[in-house]
């Protein structure tokens, strides 16, 4: 039996009395701060009950929105307006004219605040083998610098050939700057980037960034692939650099995801979110070209952002609208369906208005529980109509979105709430009958 003294006793009801006050404090956060009513009842309850476990967990996970990081980015630095105005001056003669599509292209420009280009080469990378090789390509053509993106790189096979690409090229005098997520790549060891850092490459993980207020931000990460040569090529799509997207890991076997090769105005959008994110850890702006050229006739493209630091939730308002303005179809493959209300909503609305909507999914998944909780919304998206189809030669990584006709979308975010709320994703939008 424990006989506490009157001292220790009185240390013990501050410190409780102190969480108490503490959980209390942060429940009310979380009510005036939760992006949604869910959320926001969820927390405040856990905290006011049990604030001694709610505590850590909500100083972790508990932040629904990046504070600050765009206006710290685009209104407080002088090289990242100066950026940001040269961009748009170079993409403005070039705006799209979406003649069938206008109210969706002026939509999507104020949610994305980028502009819908035209006069872009678009090429279709439909799987590791593909996309690899083009990017490599890219690469080794190269002549003044290079950026690369990625949620995931590892230190196999594909990763070493990626690594030694981008040695020779800073060796013979290219900038190579390399951004990868802290998480997404924690097993990547330090010994990966020796030799092109000595060669004189700058190599950043977004993960302990300089200008975050707030250290306790593991739950926002950099989702986005991004690689671009020269500022006229660019590459986005579902590819991290891993041998299981070559389809070498013997649990998936066949891998299957899509990427995009971009040439041409909208390249200059590819380059500005990977400005924006460098910034973001490194504190200062790479010297980039922001001279751009087009093709008389090409493809209509835009870029679109979304983070957790929008005031709008980007990403769930894209699909929304993307659903709203289909007409006949609207196919989506994705590896996790566990989608937000809106959406899920927006998906149903769409097929009791007749749109032949689908949804693909792996058969086999990496995640189970995220698996299994897909199964929940989608008996309530097939009581409206919605068809779910299963991928199973392999898993199925990609991220892509077809409406009617005209309308393609490729990208970095998935059907789920991370991707929604929590990530910093990327989705190309293409509008053209013949992609």
Sequence with gaps: MFIFSVEELTIIGLFIATLEIAGIGLAAHAVLNARTSQGAIAWALFLIAAPFLALPLYAFFGQQKLEGYLPSCRDNDLSIQRAMTRMEEQSRPFQAKLSTRASLGRFMEKLSGMIFTGGNTVDLLVNGHATFESIFTAIDQAQKYVLVEFFIVKDDEIGRELLQRLLVKQRSGVQVYFLYDSIGSYALPQSY???????????????SPKRFKNRFLLNFRNHRKIVVVDGKIGFAGGHNVGDEYLGKNKRFGHWRDTHLRLSGPAVM??????????????????????????????????VVPSGPSDELETCSLFFVQMLNVAKQRAWITSPYFVPNEAVLEALNIAALRGVDVRVMIP??????TVWFAAFAYMKVAQSAGVSFFRYRKGFLHQKVMLVDDDLAVVGTANLDNRSFRLNFELSVLVSDHSF
């Design 193 to 207: 980037w020796q030799e092109l850092v000595s060669a004189g490459a700058i190599v950043h993980a977004f993960g």
């Design 269 to 302: 959008g590819l380059q500005a979110l990977f400005m924006e994110n460098w910034f973001l850890v490194a504190g200062e702006v790479p010297k980039l070209n922001w001279i751009t050229e087009a093709q008389t006739t090409g493809t209509n493209v835009l």
């Design 363 to 368: 058969e086999n998944p990496d995640k189970k």
